[in-house]
C-alpha cells in the first residue's frame, strides 16, 4: 500500500509535468522523510511488525536524495561540475547504497533488536539490583525490631489462607469448555495497518491538491537565489525570524514573507521583476476579494521603499494585517 501510493503521486506529477523545486519544500519532505524513517523504527524496536524492515530501504533513499537535491539548489549550476561537488555528492550515494545494504540484511535488523536487550541488561538491571539491595537494606533495618511480630501476623494469615483452600471444592460442570483468552494484538494488526492505509491515502490527496496550483506551462522553473560570489557572504540576507522593531524594515520583513507565501501559491516572478508584475502575477493565484490586500500590501511597500516620508506604526500594522490575510488564504488552499 505505501509503495502504491507513493507510485501514484509519482504518475500525478509526472503527468501534468509539475517539476518546479522550491528549497522549502524539499525541506519539507526531508522533515516528513525522517518523521517516516523513525516511525519505521519504533515497531522494530518493540518487536513487533517484521515486515516493516522492507520499507526501511525506500525511506532512506528518499531521506539521501532529497538531503542532496536541498543542497542543489543552494548553489548555481556552474557549481555542479566542481570537483569538490562531485566528491560530496558521490559520498552521500555511497553511504545511501551502505545504508541499504545495511538495514536490508536480516542480521543487521537483529543487531538492533539486540541493543535494547543489551542496554537493559548492562545498565538498567545493575541499577534496579543497586536501588533493590539499598531500599532492602534500609527496611530490614527499620523493620528488624518487629521481625517477631511481623512473621507472627503473616503465619496467621498463611493458616487463614491455607485452610480455605482445603474446603472441599464444588464439582465443576461436565460441559464446560475453557475459553481462549483474549487476544489483543489480533485486533491491534488490522486496526494498525488500516490506520496506515487511511493515512497514506489522505497524504497523497493532500498532496495532489496542494500542487495543484502551482502546475505551470514550462517544467522546471528557478524560485531561488543561488549562492554564488563573495558578495553573498559580504551582505547576507537576515534570517527574518522576527519583524524588526523600526517600522521601515518591520514593512519589507513582512513583504519578503510575503513573497515566500507567493512561491508557495506557485506564483513564478523573476529576480529582475518589480512590484507591479509582483502583484500582477499574484492576482492570478488568489482569490479575486484578495484583491484589495495585495494592493494595500504594494502600497504600503513602496511608501517604505522609495519614499522618503516618515513609515508610522499604521503602516506596519497594514501590512501585517494584509500579510496574515493572504497567508490564511495559502494556507487554506494547501489544506484542500
Known sequence: MIILISVGYLAVIVHRQNFALTYDDRLGFLSLSIKVLVACLIPILTFAWGELPRFIPFVILLFICTLILTQALRHDPSVYLQRRYRTAVLLCSALLALLVVLFSSSWFINLLLQLPYLFYRWVIAPIIMLVALVVGGALMLLFSPLQDKIRSFLSQIYDQFVGRLNAPLQELPENMEAEAPFQLLDYLSPLFTLAISIAGLILLVRLIKRNRHRFQPSNAKETRTTVSGSRYFEAAAPADLFPPSEPRKAVRYYYRCFLRTCQKMGVFFPSSADSQTIEQQSQKFF????????????????????????????????????????????????KR
Open 287 to 334: 482569490r479575486p476579494e484578495s484583491l484589495g490586500q495585495l494592493r494595500q500590501v504594494r502600497r504600503v511597500y513602496i511608501k517604505a521603499r522609495y519614499s522618503d516620508d516618515p513609515v508610522q506604526e499604521q503602516d506596519v500594522q497594514q501590512i501585517k494585517s494584509a500579510y496574515e490575510y493572504l497567508k490564511d488564504e495559502q494556507e487554506e488552499m494547501d
